[in-house]
C-alpha cells in the first residue's frame, strides 16, 4: 500500500469513529424523547388495563358503540368489541396497552420525535460502518469492535423496519435505543481496535457470508430476547390484577400500556422462529469456510462449541413453545437462556477463551 492510500485510509478511519460517536449523541437525545414520551404519556386517560381484567368500568374504559344500518333504513347500535390477543388456552384475554404514548397527543408526539432521532442515529451509525469498510478495504467485522458497531446498527436498523411495516413495536424504542448506547459505549471504551488487515486465513468470501448472518442473527435475537423479558414484567403485572392484587404506581402506569402478556408470548416466539433458520445456515457456514480455511470442517473451537449449544438452546426453546405446557413463562425463561448462551458466545468466548477464532477477535 502506497503512503497516500495509507494516509487515506487512516482518515476515514478518524471520519468512522467521528460518525460512532455522532451516532452516540444522537441516540442519547432519542434516549431522552422515549423518556418524554413515557412520562407524557403516563398522564393518559384511556381505559386502564385494570379496568379489562377486573371488569370495573372506569372512566373512558367503554368501547365506543358501532352504528348498524339495516333494511328499510332501520338501525341499530351494537357495541364494539374488544379486540384481545389470545396464545392459547388458560390464557388471560386482555387487551393491548395503549403504548408509551398512553393514547395522548403530546406523549404521541414525542415518540415520534424519538423514532425520528433513532432513524436519523442509525443513518449515521450505518455511514460509520461503511466508513470503516472503506478504511480496512474489506468486511467491518474483523474484530469485536467492528463486530459490536454493526450490531447495534443491524439491531436498530430491524426494529425501523418493523416500524415501516406498521408492526405495534415503538413500545420497544427506549429499551432498543438504551442498549444500544452501552453496546457502542464498550465498543468505543473497551474493545476499539485500529483499522488493519485481517489474517490470510479470514481472506474469504465466506467472511461476507458467516459473519452477517451471525451478527444479523444476533441482533433479532436481541429483539425476541427484549420481547421475552417485558413478557415476564407484562404476565406477573396481569397475575396481580386477577388476583386482586394492587401493583405499585410506577409498575402500573408503565407496565399498563405494554402489549397484553399474550402478544408479547407471541411476538418473541415469532421473533426467534423466524430467525433460527438462518443461525442453522450460520453454523453451516461457518463449518464450510473453517474446511476453507483450516482443513477441517469442525474441530471442538471454544467457539464452535458455543455456536452449537446456542443453536440447540433455541431448538429446545423453540419445540417447548410448540408445546402447550411449555407457553408462557417456562418458554420465556428458555429463550432468554439461550439468548445468554449467544451473549456469552460472542463476549465470554471472544474475551475469556482461546481458540482458533481468538487471534480475528471475532
Known sequence: MTPLAAAANENLAEISNYLVYSSMAVYTLAFFAHIAEWTFGSRSKVART????????????????????????????????????????????????????????????????????????????????????????????????????????????????????????????????????????IAVTWLYTDSDQLVPALHSYWLWIHVSTAIFCGAVFYLGAAGAVLYLFRDSYEAKLAGGGTPGRIASSVLERLPSAASLDKFSYRINAAVFPLWTFTIIAGAIWAGDAWGRYWGWDPKEVWSFVTWVAYACYLHARATAGWKGRKAAYLALFAFACWIWNYYGVNILLSGKHSYAGV
Open 50 to 185: 385494570a379496568a379489562a381484567l377486573t371488569g370495573t368500568a372506569e372512566a373512558g374504559a367503554a368501547a365506543p358503540a358501532v352504528q348498524v344500518r339495516g333494511k328499510g333504513g332501520a338501525t341499530a347500535v351494537l357495541d364494539r368489541p374488544k379486540v384481545t390477543t389470545r396464545s392459547g388456552a388458560g390464557t388471560r384475554d386482555v387487551p393491548d396497552g395503549p403504548g408509551a404514548a398512553g393514547g395522548t397527543v403530546q406523549g404521541d408526539l414525542y415518540g415520534r420525535i424519538a423514532v425520528s432521532l433513532t432513524a436519523l442515529a442509525f443513518l449515521v451509525e450505518a455511514a460509520g460502518v461503511v466508513t470503516r469498510a472503506m478504511s480496512v478495504e474489506r468486511a467491518p467485522w474483523g474484530n469485536m469492535y467492528e463486530f459490536s458497531i454493526t450490531f447495534s446498527t443491524v439491531a436498530v436498523g430491524t426494529y425501523l423496519v418493523l416500524l415501516a411495516l406498521k408492526k405495534n413495536v415503538r413500545w420497544l424504542g427506549l429499551i432498543l435505543v438504551t442498549t444500544v448506547l452501552l453496546d457502542l459505549g
